[in-house]
């Protein structure tokens, strides 16, 4: 299943979806990232991995501008997002999420109905024009974060009435309702069961055909399963990035190699 | 002897006490303390414990049962006819116990002896002079059955005093030689201190259930003797207030209904300044304001929690009727008549709720968790969009929690609606007219003259047994409400 | 998935929704409303913030402007001398005093033409001003026979309405005629304020002194209720403190998960919010009319108070138990100390900061309280002298800061309004005093795990 349509694979070479340039982050006075330069490939789905407090989650946030809502927090370099600097003065933060949507480590349903939580952010962006369309838009995205089978019978049940697995899935199906171009994922499997998992895995892989997906993981094994491409952090830099198999197999730094290898992590 | 020094006494046989226990113990091992069972002031405190603990006990006791059982027993002695048409057998007992303090003074002062005093062939005429004549105030005709019970009350009392000393220290004394007797190298002292100590933490914690029963029963038994003065139908549904305070209050209508009307009426514009402002300075300050701003504008606003509520009744009063009264008053809109109205009140007493509603709501929002923000954020709701659509409904349980407690606090509040609501009772829809409410009317019956026994003074305990009750269903209600609501996001 | 045939190139297209490939740096216009309406919901809540400090303001206004003119009293100062003779005669006079006040008008007279001043002054007008003076002057020089024929210093007050003008109560304006006070009496007093006779000094008297009767606002202190107050506070004190921490190690270190422990839970939790008033009610119900405690006494205040702020020290204090770490606990039980051992010489010792500074809020908020003492008769007119000892302190009647406050507020004479503003200056004073010395402990104390 990672093998990618030839048409994909050329446009890949060509084009990169994110672009992070020589970018630093700061906590206050903590230097959390330095330098990383990055290319994100569209339609595929890259995996940052690395020890804890490697700062994977911290870059992963600054794709969105998340780490807007952290008052102390400062990034400096650039990201584009087709060619687009997110950081201009220009981007207002609200549209570009509309555009990299975003899951969570621990699965949030807002304490609402299966439905509302879906059409909340078609609701607030304006995306539909009347209820029919609302109800196909959150059709289809239940449809496509595979719940649909499970949920249209309870739709008017409270979303956090549902397993961890269903959860995370509705907040997947949540996101894609926005209809993002990215979809990043911090750890959306540590607090899942393997089987759970197993289902959300197989759902990254099929969202990838549609959108640009980037997944933090604390497993090397699903970053492995899931990934076309993969990046190693440590300490706030980004040591090795490249194609998955690449990175397990033939590793190029030192560091990675012990990682992938088990001394340390 | 006086109370004080009996309660010095026993102290002081306590800590007698405590130094026998350890030096008994020290001797029983022959100095080495390595081979008691507990450390040396163990044995100490149980001696020191066990003279002083039951002696305080028992004096406690006798203190809350003396002046019930010689109540008792003095107003058996006073005849049916000797309680006067206007009158009722409390003022006549109040009266025994004032001709009793005065011959007590007088003796003391050493204008009268101890047989005159307690001499039950004196003539009265003759005794009322000396005390007169020994400067202690005595209501103007002393009757012949007052005087005796006075005397007899006087005689009990002391008896009683003597009798409770005299328990009290053998108490103290027997519970002394208790503790040193079973002071041996092998006693457990410790354990039994420390249960001892376990015992004495938990009486203290039964204080609390203790006020709530006293409060229960005080408001119950005053209320059921309302109640058997005047109609409970007619309390609970009667449209009118207008006590009478000639003829012992027969003539009185006491319906609670105007009382309860201008009660939720000012609670209500109360609560519709107080709801507002309160959650979105919380909104604001919890979700907005930088650490700066927040640092000192939160204090600031719990200011106004902590002024003591007879300022705002001031306040509402002198500054704020006054302002009312020149907009809406007849050199403005002429729809407002005095300063004092359910506006003024309700107004007044909204801004002392403001900090009470937003710091519970801040509160109630800071515990909503920050992944369901985060949740928003990441599908670009902006900050507006996420508070009012995924914070406040997660915390609504919560605020309506908050805005019950706030509710309960303007019912029972007293000082505000006393000085800003005025006294008029009346069943109104304009609020800038003056009302009243059950808290104020508590106060004015409670604070005249008026005796105890007559309707228009015991329908204030019936008056406070309805807000108790009301209040408390609404605590219970918000607490329970408070309590789900956290236990959802721990 | 039937979606999965789409073509990459349109993205994830969905039935109905628009395809969102547009620039960032346009702004669309659902966006810039949204924007607007964010702004406009922040504006809400800054300016809900903003309503309640402006409340504050207006309230802090009002305390001081209205309350300090009654740390003020206006006084009239004559210097005097009377001869023998003019004692003399005086006293063969019918009406004695009036001779003295014409003796007094015409020392002011004198006075007022020395520092170049002339208005007409009749005995009327001096009347209404200070009051009558004659027998003040009478009875000086009776009981100092050996003051005549040297100068003597009066130092009379001022009456109320006097007092009103000075400090702004009273204007020109406003003012009608009346037999108090009358617009040409007016030009007398701004001539004596400029020839330095009348003055505008401090009024010791407003806080050492006693409540006077009704007729009397320029005599009414508030000396006496603090006096009360304190007396209260004392039982307050050494009731709920030592109650108040036992209960709380009780719950929170003792108490078996049971039905009985709950009951008191939430016993505690629903008394905190019990209305004050109902406390009173209790305290005239069980220990004045069943215990037949004395009426109006700081004792039987202080009991009911310390029902009433129980349940606060107590859940602050548990709350302080609370924040001292188990490990703590395990330490101290390690070393082989009981459980009872563990707590009285490491948690509490640990707790106390944090549990003083709840007993002084908590004492705070008992101090200006006032409903439940309005009914144990601890009104403001029994506050008529300071008590003569310690136990008649605790036993005597008296009234409380709060009750004395109401007192005034209720009576009719405007002049005691402002007695009443000043009486809150001062029990705002203590209790920003109480409550710094709360803030200080915690600082100090403090301790973050």
């Known amino acids: 299943m990672n093998e990618m349509p030839n048409l994909e694979q050329a446009s890949a070479m060509t084009t990169s979806k994110i672009s992070a340039n020589n970018v630093q982050v700061y906590y206050g006075d903590t230097h959390a990232i330095r330098d990383v330069n990055i290319e994100i490939q569209p339609q595929s789905v ?46 207002d933060p609200v549209q570009l999420r509309a555009k990299v949507g975003m899951v969570f480590q621990k699965p949030n349903p807002f304490p609402k109905s299966i439905y509302d939580n879906v059409a909340y952010g078609p609701r607030i962006h304006g995306l539909a024009r009347n209820k029919a369309e609302l109800d196909d838009i959150v059709a289809s995205s239940l449809q496509k974060a595979g719940l649909w089978e499970e949920a249209k019978d309870r739709l008017d049940e409270p979303g956090t009435g549902m397993s961890g697995g269903q959860q995370q899935r509705l907040c997947i199906a949540r996101a894609i309702a926005v209809s993002p171009e ?23 892989d099929e969202l990838r055909e549609n959108y640009t997906i980037v997944i933090v993981t604390h497993s090397m094994q699903q970053a492995a399963r899931v990934s076309q491409r993969t990046a190693f952090f440590h300490m706030g830099v980004l040591v090795e990035e490249g194609p998955t198999e690449d990175i397990f197999t033939n590793p190029k730094d030192k560091r990675t190699q012990d990682y992938i290898t088990g001394r340390f992590g | 002897m006086s109370l004080f020094w009996l309660v010095v006494i026993v102290l002081a046989i306590a800590s007698v006490g405590y130094v026998a226990g350890r030096a008994r113990a020290l001797a029983s091992v022959g100095g080495d303390m390595r081979d008691l069972h507990s450390l040396p002031s163990y044995y100490g405190a149980n001696v020191a414990m066990k ?55 007088a003796v003391a002062s050493g204008q009268m002896n101890e047989d005159f005093a307690s001499n039950a062939r004196a003539d009265v005429n003759d005794i009322t002079a000396r005390l007169k004549e020994a400067g202690q105030i005595v209501t103007s005709r002393i009757t012949q059955p007052v005087m005796r019970a006075a005397q007899s009350y006087r ?227 902006t900050k507006s969009e996420t508070v009012k659509q995924v914070v406040l409904p997660a915390a609504l349980p919560g605020i309506v929690g908050a805005i019950l407690l706030a509710a309960s606090r303007a019912i029972g509040e007293t000082m505000i609606v006393v000085l800003g609501a005025g006294a008029a009772a009346r069943l109104s829809l304009n609020p800038f007219e003056a009302m009243t409410t ?41 607490l329970y409400i408070v309590r789900k609501y956290r236990e959802q996001y721990d | 998935m039937t979606d999965a045939t789409q073509s990459p190139e349109t993205g994830p297209a969905q039935t109905g929704a628009p395809v969102k490939s547009k620039s960032l740096y346009a702004l669309d216009n659902l966006t810039r409303k949204r924007n607007a309406a ?77 520092s170049g001043m002339s208005v007409p002054v009749d005995a009327a007008a001096i009347e209404r001003i200070v009051g009558k003076t004659g027998g003040t002057i009478r009875e000086y020089f009776k009981a100092n026979p050996g003051a005549l024929g040297a100068p003597a210093e009066f130092e009379l007050a001022a009456s109320s309405r006097v007092d009103g003008y000075m400090n702004g109560r009273v204007t020109r304006v406003e003012m009608t005629d009346s037999r108090f ?118 004792l039987v205040g202080g009991l009911v108070l310390t029902l009433m702020t129980l349940p606060t020290i107590i859940i602050s204090t548990r709350a302080s138990l609370k924040a001292v770490p188990p490990s703590i606990r395990d330490a101290a039980l390690g070393v082989g100390a009981s ?111």
């Not at chain 2, 039951?54 to 006798?62: G, Q, Y």
Request: hydrophobic residues 55%.
């Open chain 1, 182 to 204: 990215v979809i990043l994922m911090d750890e959306p499997c540590s607090a899942l069961d393997p089987i759970a998992t197993a289902k959300v895995e197989e759902l990254i």
């Open chain 3, 38 to 114: 964010e702004k406009r919901f922040k504006f809400y809540g800054l300016g809900a913030v903003l309503v309640g400090l402006f409340f504050l303001v207006v309230l802090a206004t009002a305390i001081i402007s209205e309350g300090i003119p009654a740390f003020t009293r206006t006084i009239v100062e004559v210097e005097f001398t009377l001869t023998q003779d003019q004692y003399d005669t005086a006293e063969k006079e019918l009406f004695k005093t009036k001779a003295y006040e014409q003796f007094f008008i015409g020392a002011l007279q004198k006075q007022l033409e020395e």
């Open chain 3, 339 to 449: 459980k009872m051992q563990s707590i009285f010489h490491h948690v509490l010792p640990l707790a106390m900061p944090g549990i003083l500074t709840g007993t002084i809020i908590g004492l705070a908020q008992a101090l200006g309280e006032t409903a439940p003492l309005l009914l144990i008769g601890m009104v403001g007119f029994v506050a008529r002298g300071y008590p003569d000892g310690v136990i008649a302190g605790f036993i005597d009647p008296n009234s409380a800061m709060p009750a004395q406050i109401y007192t005034w507020a209720a009576r009719a004479d405007y002049a005691f309004y402002e007695k009443a503003w000043g009486g809150i200056i001062v029990l705002l004073v203590f209790l920003l005093t109480m409550n710094i010395l709360a803030v200080i402990l915690r600082r100090r104390f403090e301790r973050r795990w």
């Open chain 1, 46 to 91: 890259t995996a940052f991995i690395g020890p804890s407090g490697c700062g994977k989650s911290t870059f992963l946030r600054t794709l969105n501008r998340m780490n807007d809502t952290i008052d102390i927090c400062r990034v400096e370099g650039t990201i584009t997002i087709d060619g687009e600097d997110i950081y201009n003065a220009k981007v």
């Open chain 2, 155 to 381: 005689v009990m009392v002391s008896a009683g005093d003597l009798y409770m000393t005299i328990v009290v220290l053998l108490a103290a004394i027997a519970g002394a030689l208790w503790g040193i007797r079973e002071t041996t190298h092998e006693f457990r002292a410790r354990n039994t201190v420390e249960r001892g100590i376990r015992v004495i933490l938990f009486s203290a914690a039964l204080i609390a259930v203790l006020t709530t029963l006293g409060i229960v029963l005080s408001l119950v038994f005053n209320t059921v003797e309302f109640f058997r003065l005047y109609p409970a139908m007619d309390f609970f549904f009667g449209l009118t207030w207008s006590p009478s305070f000639s003829g012992r209050g027969g003539s009185s209508e006491l319906g609670i209904l105007p009382l309860l009307w201008g009660t939720f009426y000012i609670s209500f514009v109360a609560l519709a300044v107080a709801v507002p402002v309160g959650l979105f300075a919380a909104v604001y300050l919890s979700e907005y304001a930088g650490s700066k701003f927040r640092a000192v504008a939160k204090p600031m606003l719990e200011i106004l929690a902590g002024i003591p509520t007879i300022v705002y009744g001031l306040f509402a009063l002198l500054t704020v009727g006054p302002m009312l009264l020149s907009v809406f008053g007849d050199d403005g809109l002429g729809i407002m008549k005095a300063g004092t109205a359910v506006m003024t009140a309700g107004l007044v007493m909204g801004i002392m709720l403001i900090p009470f509603v937003s710091s519970l709501s801040d509160d109630i929002i800071n515990a909503v968790p920050q992944a369901m923000r985060d949740g928003s954020y990441g599908l670009g709701a």
């Open chain 2, 51 to 105: 003279a002083a603990v039951p002696a305080f006990l028992i004096l406690v006791v006798w203190l809350l049962v003396q002046p019930f059982v010689i109540h008792a027993s003095i107003s058996g002695m006073i005849p049916e006819d000797a309680v006067q048409e206007g009158s009722s057998l409390g003022l006549v007992m109040a009266e025994v116990r004032r001709t009793a303090e005065g011959l007590e003074n």
């Open chain 3, 181 to 298: 006070l009358q617009a040409s009496d007016l030009d007398i007093v701004d001539s004596l304020v400029e020839a330095g006779i009348i003055k505008t000094v401090f009024n010791w008297n407003f806080i050492t002194g006693a409540d006077s009767g009704v007729d009397n606002p320029g005599g009414a202190g508030i000396g006496a209720s603090v006096v009360g107050s304190f007396f209260m506070m004392l039982v307050v004190l050494f009731l709920s403190l030592p109650i108040g921490v036992a209960a709380s190690i009780y719950l929170e270190e003792f108490a078996p998960q049971n039905r009985f422990t709950d009951l008191i839970e939430v016993n505690i939790s629903n008394l905190a919010a019990v209305p004050s008033i109902v406390f009173g009610i209790l305290g005239l119900a069980v220990f004045i009319q069943f215990m037949h405690l004395p009426q109006s006494a700081p």
């Open chain 2, 438 to 478: 059950v808290t104020a009317k508590i106060v004015s019956q409670l604070t005249g003259d008026a005796d105890f026994a007559s309707p228009v003074a015991l329908v204030a305990f019936a008056l406070g047994m309805t807000l108790f009750v009301v209040t408390l269903g609404l605590n219970i209600v918000a």
